[in-house]
C-alpha cells in the first residue's frame, strides 16, 4: 500500500513524486504484461477451427473403488466424446453410456466469465498508462483494489464451480446428450475446477420406511444437501480424468 500525501514529511515529497512518476508506472506495466498473457492462454478457438485442434483422451479415475470408469475425448474446450461405464451402487450392475455423435459439451462459459474479468482488469490498467500522472498515493491504492477486485473474481469463477441444484440438472441439456438415454434415478455434471475437468455422477435411491433423513455427503465440491427430497439417498461419485 503506498501511503498518502499527508502522512510524508515536506522534505521526502520529492522523493515520494517521482514514486508516483517513474515506479509506480513501472510496476503497472510488469502487471498489464503479465495479465496480457493470462489472456491469451484464455483465448478460444476461431469459430470453424475447432477441428484442427488436436485432440486428447483422458482415463476416468474414480474416487470410490473404480465405481466411475472410461474415457474422456478433448478437443480445445470441448468434450467431444464421453465413454463412461457406471457400476450401480445398489445392484452392481455396469451401464454404458456414450455422446451422442451430434452433441458435444463445452466449458466455454466457464473460462470465458474468467477471462472477461482478466480483461477488464487489463482495460482498467489501460486507462493509467505512462502519460496519466498520479498524483496520490490514495489514487493508485484505489486503482489496485478495483484490479485486485476482478482478479479475484477470475479465480473464484475457475475455483467455485457454478452449482446446480438436482432438478436443474435434471432437465439440462447435458442429460439429453448420451445414448443410451441414462435413467432417471443417475444424473451426470461435468465441471472446471482449477486447471482439472471434473465428472460427478448422482445416483438417487428411494429411502426405506423410518430411515435416517440427516443424510449429508462427502469429498464432494457442491453442498447438495438441502437440494435432495426428504425420501431419496444420494450416492456420490466425483472423477477427476489423467492424460491417457
Not at 455422477?201 to 465440491?221: C, D, E, R, W
Amino acid at each position: 500500500m503506498i501511503p498518502s500525501n499527508s502522512m510524508i514529511p515536506a522534505f521526502r515529497e520529492e522523493e515520494f513524486n517521482w514514486l508516483l512518476k517513474e515506479e509506480v508506472h513501472a510496476v503497472l506495466k510488469q502487471l498489464q504484461d503479465i495479465l496480457k498473457e493470462a489472456s491469451r492462454r484464455f483465448s478460444i478457438p476461431t469459430p470453424g477451427l475447432e477441428n484442427q485442434l488436436k485432440q486428447e483422451n483422458f482415463i476416468l479415475g474414480s474416487s470410490t473403488m473404480d465405481q466411475v470408469k472410461g474415457v474422456l475425448t478433448l478437443q480445445g474446450e470441448a468434450l467431444t466424446q464421453a465413454d463412461i461405464n457406471l457400476k450401480t451402487a445398489k445392484s452392481n450392475q455396469v451401464m454404458h453410456f456414450t455422446f451422442r455423435d451430434d452433441k458435444h459439451w463445452k466449458s466455454t462459459g466457464t473460462i470465458q466469465d474468467a477471462r472477461n474479468h482478466v480483461n477488464q482488469a487489463l482495460q482498467l490498467l489501460s486507462g493509467r498508462d505512462e502519460s496519466y500522472h498520479f498524483k496520490t498515493g490514495a489514487e493508485v491504492n484505489k486503482l489496485m483494489d478495483a484490479v485486485m477486485l476482478q482478479l479475484t473474481r477470475a479465480r473464484n469463477r475457475l475455483t467455485t464451480p457454478a452449482a446446480m441444484t438436482l432438478p436443474e440438472l435434471a432437465t439440462s441439456g447435458l442429460m439429453k446428450m448420451f445414448t443410451p438415454p441414462m435413467p432417471g434415478d443417475v444424473m451426470v455434471n461435468f465441471y472446471i475446477n482449477l486447471s482439472k475437468l471434473c465428472l460427478t455422477v448422482y445416483q438417487l435411491h428411494a429411502m426405506q420406511p423410518n430411515t435416517t433423513k440427516n443424510f449429508k455427503p462427502s469429498g464432494i465440491l457442491l453442498d447438495i444437501t438441502d437440494q435432495i427430497k426428504s425420501n431419496f439417498i444420494c450416492h456420490i461419485h466425483m472423477v477427476i480424468p489423467t492424460m491417457q
